[in-house]
Antibody, heavy 120, light 110 residues
Framework: QDQLVQSGAEVKKPGASVKVSCKVF????????MHWVRQAPGKGLEWMGG????????FYAQNFQGRVTMTEDTSTDTTYMELRSLRYDDTAVYFC?????????????WGQGTLVTVSS | QSVLTQPPSASGTPGQRVTISCSGS????????VTWYQQFPGTAPKLLIY???QRPSGVPDRFSGSKSGTSASLAIGGLQSEDEADYYC???????????FGGGTKLTVL
């Protein structure tokens, strides 16, 4: 069954780091362009970054430059998103997503979301 | 503040046609294709439209997208109660070198 399964909820203190995983079922990760999108409580969608598989280039949103790293382990078909120097306003649901990338990336498949709470 | 501008809310009665606008710039919508997503509370978004006006399989033809210049629109015909959700537009921005989303539009079916 084609799906993306993410790791469980996390609670972190300000200044800490969080690493969220996303395992792909039904596809080989090395055929997919993977992205991360987050949504703060009651707010809209915010793209964090994504890997363009065909040219191997990873793009990061300017808002997260220097704080986020996306990595992958193709042997386990798992992709990871690490966000560092967490702030209270990083409290959000984090989604992994994948799909086509012809001109604009489009996301056919989404993970279930991982709630990251930043609290002292 | 989002790079793409959507009205925060829209409404219509069952059977009506509703349109949701998405305004961008020459570096965003003016240069790239637009996608649209539907999201229900507590769930992941669902792809409705890609490449301005293409529907993934399974999306009813009541949903249609269009683009002109630096703006795009999502139209929902034959409005149904189950269409009540949040809708987001998105496109690549050549200046930012990243994907940008609109702020979202909450659609209410009266």
């Amino acid at each position: 069954q084609d799906q993306l399964v993410q790791s469980g909820a996390e609670v972190k203190k300000p200044g800490a780091s969080v690493k969220v995983s996303c395992k792909v079922f039904g596809y080989n990760l090395n055929e997919l362009s993977m992205h991360w999108v987050r949504q703060a409580p009651g707010k809209g969608l915010e793209w964090m970054g994504g890997l363009h598989r065909e040219d191997g280039k990873t793009f990061y949103a300017q808002n997260f430059q220097g704080r986020v790293t996306m990595t992958e382990d193709t042997s386990t078909d798992t992709t990871y998103m690490e966000l560092r120097s967490l702030r209270y306003d990083d409290t959000a649901v984090y989604f992994c997503a994948t799909g086509g990338w012809m001109v604009t990336p489009s996301f056919d498949f989404w993970g279930q979301g991982t709630l990251v709470t930043v609290s002292s | 503040q989002s790079v793409l501008t959507q009205p925060p809310s829209a409404s219509g009665t069952p059977g009506q046609r509703v349109t949701i606008s998405c305004s961008g710039s020459t570096s965003s919508i003016g240069s790239n294709t637009v996608t649209w997503y539907q999201q229900f509370p507590g769930t992941a978004p669902k792809l409705l439209i890609y490449s301005n006006n293409q529907r993934p399989s399974g999306v009813p033809d009541r949903f249609s997208g269009s683009k002109s210049g630096t703006s795009a629109s999502l139209a929902i015909g034959g409005l149904q109660s189950e269409d009540e959700a949040d809708y987001y537009c998105a496109t690549w921005d050549d200046s930012l070198k990243g994907l940008v989303f609109g702020g979202g539009t909450k659609l209410t079916v009266l």
